[in-house]
C-alpha cells in the first residue's frame, strides 16, 4: 500500500496558512503515460530527491499533487523566481509585538513535517539560492539554518522535488551539475493525442469530439515552434479553452482568449494560429 498514515503530524499545524503545508484533500485527475507512478513511489520509499523535466503545462504540478495524495503527505509549493532568497526557503526572524520570533519558510516546515516540498520552476532561482537544498538531497538529509545555528534534521517522508523546462531554458539560466546530479529525473511530454483528449474531456466537460479537435489544434501549433514560436501550447492550455467552450462560448472566442492570447503576440503567429482554429474548430 502507497498511502501513509495522517496521523504522524498535527493537522492544526499542516492546515496553518503561516506553515504554508497543505493536504491534498481529494484525487487529482492523473492519467498516467509510463510507469512514473511507479517509480516516483519508489524513490519517495527511499528519500530519493526527483526532478520532474519537462515542458510548460505537460502536467508535472498535476503530478506531485496526485503523489501527494497518493502517498498521504502534506505538499508545500514554492514557486521560484529571480528575487527568492536563501531565507524565503529557510525562514526569518520577524518582529511581532514587543518581540523577535522565529518563523520557518517553507522548506524548513516541509523538512520538520516530513513533508513533499515541490520547487516549482527551480531554474529561475538564483544559484547561491539553490545550494541551500543541497544536504537535503543526500544521505545527511539535513538543513543547516544559519541565521540561528541550528541543523533540522528531516523527518520521515520529507522528499524534495524540483520541476525543469529545458526547452525553455538556455546557456545563461541552467541548472549546475552539482545539483542536476543529485535528483533521480523523471521525463514529462506532452500525453499521446488519445489520452490528452481524454484529459481534456475529463477536465473540461466538453464532448469527445470537441477534446478531440483541440488536441490536433494543439500539435499543428507546437510545429510553428520552428517559425519563432517560443513555446507550444500545453495541456493546461487546451483544457481551459474547452472549460470555456462547455460554458456556451464559441470556440473561436475561447480559443482566442485562453489559448492563442496566452501564446504569442507576434501577428504573424497569430493569424496563423487563428487560421488554424478556424479550420479545425
Same mark, same amino acid.
Given at each position: ?10 493537522? +492544526? ?5 503561516? @506553515? ?6 481529494? &484525487? ?20 530519493? *530527491?526527483?526532478?520532474? /523535466? ?8 498535476? !503530478?506531485?499533487? @496526485?503523489?501527494?495524495? /497518493? ?10 523566481? +529571480? ?69 533540522? =534534521?528531516?523527518?520521515?517522508? !520529507? ?6 523546462? *529545458?526547452?525553455?531554458? @538556455?546557456?545563461? /539560466? ?12 523523471? &521525463? !514529462?511530454? !506532452?500525453?499521446?493525442?488519445?489520452? =490528452? ?67 504569442? +503576440? ?16
Amino acid at each position: 500500500m502507497l498511502k501513509q498514515s495522517r496521523q504522524t503530524v498535527s493537522p +492544526d499545524l499542516v492546515h496553518s496558512a503561516e @506553515h504554508g503545508a497543505r493536504w491534498v484533500a481529494r &484525487e487529482p485527475y492523473y492519467l498516467a503515460s509510463g510507469d512514473e507512478v511507479e517509480v516516483f513511489a519508489k524513490c519517495h520509499a527511499r528519500g530519493l *530527491p526527483v526532478m520532474l /523535466k519537462g515542458p510548460t503545462g505537460c502536467g508535472k504540478t498535476r !503530478f506531485i499533487e @496526485h503523489m501527494a495524495w /497518493k502517498l498521504g503527505r502534506p505538499l508545500v509549493t514554492i514557486a521560484c523566481h +529571480d528575487d527568492l532568497s536563501a531565507s524565503d526557503l529557510t525562514g526569518r526572524f520577524l518582529i511581532k509585538g514587543d518581540e523577535t520570533v522565529w518563523v520557518d519558510g517553507p522548506l524548513t516546515t516541509a523538512a520538520r513535517l516530513g513533508a513533499i516540498c515541490y520547487l516549482d520552476e527551480v531554474v529561475e532561482a538564483r544559484q547561491d539560492t539553490v545550494v541551500v537544498i543541497h544536504p537535503l538531497t543526500d544521505d545527511r538529509r539535513l538543513l543547516p539554518i544559519e541565521k540561528t545555528g541550528d541543523v533540522v =534534521e528531516a523527518a520521515p517522508g !520529507f522528499q524534495l522535488v524540483i520541476s525543469y523546462n *529545458p526547452g525553455y531554458q @538556455h546557456a545563461i /539560466k541552467d541548472l549546475k551539475p552539482s545539483t542536476r546530479q543529485r535528483f533521480v529525473t523523471l &521525463e !514529462f511530454d !506532452f500525453p499521446a493525442a488519445g489520452a =490528452e483528449a481524454e484529459i481534456v474531456a475529463h477536465e473540461s466537460g466538453v464532448k469527445r469530439g470537441t477534446a478531440q479537435a483541440l488536441v490536433e489544434l494543439a500539435h499543428k501549433v507546437r510545429r510553428l515552434k520552428d517559425q519563432g514560436l517560443a513555446e507550444g501550447p500545453g495541456t493546461r492550455l487546451l483544457v481551459s479553452a474547452a472549460k470555456l467552450i462547455a460554458d456556451g462560448v464559441s470556440a473561436q472566442d475561447a480559443c482566442q482568449a485562453a489559448f492563442v492570447g496566452p501564446l504569442t +503576440d507576434d501577428p504573424d503567429l497569430v493569424s496563423a494560429i487563428a487560421d488554424l482554429v478556424a479550420a479545425l474548430l
